[in-house]
């Protein structure tokens, strides 16, 4: 096989695995969204921090939050279960989170506060509140070099990103294994059998050229998003979207075969080899769509600068004259 079939070998699994991590995102996004993931994440996050849960409902009971929640209400019980309860949005900007808690959660709500008003009279509402870990961080906030009250807003909404970063990490962490655990069952459903699926493409040079031509027609398209409001139906346009561009593929289960067959003790070696394949597959959608779709461009550019793909004639014609 020439370069240029090597590279559309290389361009026909990253294809294959775009496909495959766009199907899994378009279930991860269904799931999360009848489970409410990210807001879900969001408060438990935010009731680790504010520690205070009478605090952190006078915080979340501030206009600019309330307004921010999906289920707005005229107002948050100022209790720890009005803080539990809360329907916590999926956002919260680190602007609105510090103006938040200068005003509602330090009594500031009604009293003019001027940007350059110094520091000592905050320090005093952050001593009278209950002791918490949040209040020593308001505190070691406010005593950092701080002078005046928009200093502290600006180093408090500075803390809140950097806290959502790391926070943002592990909800990033946990939607990479839920990914993989879809992708490994979607290998099974669909036997991506990369061994198996190497082997045709390696020997079909017409399969190869067609799938590799088709990346091209992927990267003009960009997946668009359906213009479809419901949920579910949305999320079956995607994946039907998706599957459409699979067929080509040298995949799947043959006549009579399910994917029960790979529990069949009887092809231990067989099944090793695809067992393999599955896990590849899912590793490889636990980098998610956008990885691929990146690294597909990199490759097409390659492809589309490089010399012309041999045609299945002239590739058969170099076999012939090797042998």
């Known amino acids: 096989m020439t370069l240029s079939g090597l590279l559309d070998l290389g361009i026909c699994y990253i294809l294959?695995?775009?496909?495959?991590?766009?199907?899994?995102?378009?279930?991860?996004?269904?799931?999360?969204?009848l489970l409410n993931s990210r807001p879900s994440?969001?408060?438990?996050?935010?009731?680790?921090?504010?520690?205070?849960?009478?605090?952190?409902?006078?915080i979340m009971a501030h206009p600019v939050l309330l307004a921010a929640s999906p289920r707005a209400a005229?107002?948050?019980?100022?209790?720890e279960d009005g803080f539990r309860s809360f329907k916590f949005p999926a956002y919260i900007k680190s602007t609105d989170f510090a103006l938040a808690t200068i005003q509602a959660g330090l009594d500031l709500l009604d009293t003019p506060v001027a940007k350059d008003q110094p520091i000592a009279d905050l320090l005093q509402r952050i001593e009278?509140?209950?002791?918490?870990?949040?209040?020593?961080?308001?505190?070691?906030?406010?005593?950092?070099g701080v002078t005046t009250v928009e200093e502290f807003r600006t180093r408090l909404?500075?803390?809140?990103?950097?806290?959502?970063?790391?926070?943002?990490?592990?909800?990033?962490?946990?939607?990479?294994?839920?990914?993989?655990?879809?992708?490994?069952?979607?290998?099974?459903?669909?036997?991506?059998?990369?061994?198996?699926?190497?082997?045709?493409?390696?020997?079909?040079?017409?399969?190869?050229?067609?799938?590799?031509?088709?990346?091209?027609?992927?990267?003009?398209?960009?997946?668009?998003?359906?213009?479809?409001?419901?949920?579910?139906?949305?999320?079956?346009?995607k994946i039907e979207q998706q599957s459409r561009m699979l067929r080509p593929f040298p995949i799947g289960w043959g006549p009579g075969e399910t994917p029960l067959d790979f529990f069949d003790v009887t092809r231990l070696g067989t099944n090793a080899i695809r067992l393999l394949g599955y896990v590849m597959t899912a590793l490889a959608i636990s980098l998610g769509a956008p990885f691929w779709f990146d690294l597909l461009q990199r490759f097409a550019n390659i492809r589309a600068t490089g010399p012309k793909p041999d045609t299945?004639?002239?590739e058969t014609a170099r076999s012939n004259r090797a042998t």
Not at 41 to 58: E, P, S, V
Not at 128 to 144: E, I, M, Q
């Open 16 to 33: 294959f695995f775009l496909i495959l991590s766009l199907i899994v995102t378009a279930l991860n996004e269904f799931v999360g969204a």
């Open 41 to 58: 994440f969001l408060g438990k996050t935010l009731q680790r921090l504010i520690d205070d849960h009478m605090l952190g409902a006078r």
């Open 74 to 79: 005229p107002s948050v019980p100022q209790t």
């Open 128 to 144: 009278a509140l209950p002791p918490s870990n949040f209040r020593d961080v308001l505190r070691a906030l406010a005593n950092d």
């Open 157 to 237: 909404a500075h803390w809140y990103d950097d806290t959502m970063d790391r926070a943002s990490g592990l909800y990033k962490r946990n939607a990479q294994y839920i990914a993989c655990a879809y992708g490994m069952a979607l290998a099974l459903l669909v036997n991506a059998d990369l061994y198996s699926m190497g082997v045709r493409l390696w020997q079909d040079a017409a399969l190869r050229q067609a799938i590799a031509e088709q990346s091209v027609a992927v990267l003009q398209a960009a997946p668009a998003a359906p213009v479809s409001t419901d949920l579910l139906k949305q999320t079956r346009e």
């Open 312 to 314: 299945l004639r002239e």
